[in-house]
């Protein structure tokens, strides 16, 4: 795909000027040249154009706010003479596996003040002898070099996390995650409260018609106990009127 419609295409219907974030990797230039990209692109912050056949960046057009540009795996051998003057807010420039042979080529980019990570991995500039220690003196600014500074010491991983952060949008808010959690928590421990509460007023309850229980058939036995006492007494009586009334008998005989 042509790199002027490629552009159109990521546009989504919105103006230029509303764009932060521009990819068009694997796309095709025409000419060698960026093409489909214009001055309308103020608000313009990281654009990719990995692998789309650039041999120059004399065409990049004016980007004020650009800070991060991704041109790896194309022909570039010049053409930078002007980025400064187009991108002065460039942080992070990586021109790996391009064809840039000299150093006098990368002294084009001494006016980017701002430049602090530069990428000239797969280069054959990097072939040369003290190529690392010419690249920081041509370049005093820079704090990396293909993922080092000058002490070898690798970037950081808040660096990287910060570039990717770019890449991707917006970190979400851990303070809005951790409440999440802490109400999803709460929720879990009244369902468990609850759950609590209504076993221990069923296990009461339970008791209670145990007590009832037990106090009904302890009246159902004293109320038996007293009925047997009453029948004895009552047989007693019987039986003593009874020796009584043959007594009288025997006396009239």
Known sequence: ??????????LRNRNPAEVAELVVDNCRSSDGEVEGLTDEYTELEILSMVNVGLAS???LPSLPKLRKLEVSDNAISGGMDKLAEKCPNLTYLNLSGNKIKELSTIKAL?????????????????TLNDYREGV????????????YDQEDNEVPDSEADNDEEDEGGPP???????DEEDEEEGSDGDEDEVG??????EGIQDEEDDGDYVEEEEEDEEEEEDGDEDGAGVRGEKRKRDAEDE???DDDE
């Open 1 to 10: 795909m042509e790199m002027k419609k490629r552009i159109s295409l990521e």
């Open 57 to 59: 960046l004399s065409k």
């Open 110 to 126: 001494q006016n980017l003040k701002n430049l602090k990570s530069l990428d000239l991995y797969s280069c054959e500039v990097t």
């Open 136 to 147: 920081f003196e041509l370049l005093p600014q820079l704090t990396y070099l293909d993922g």
């Open 172 to 178: 979400e808010d851990e303070d809005d995650e951790e």
């Open 196 to 201: 609590l509460s209504y076993l221990m007023k």
């Open 247 to 249: 007594g009288d008998d």
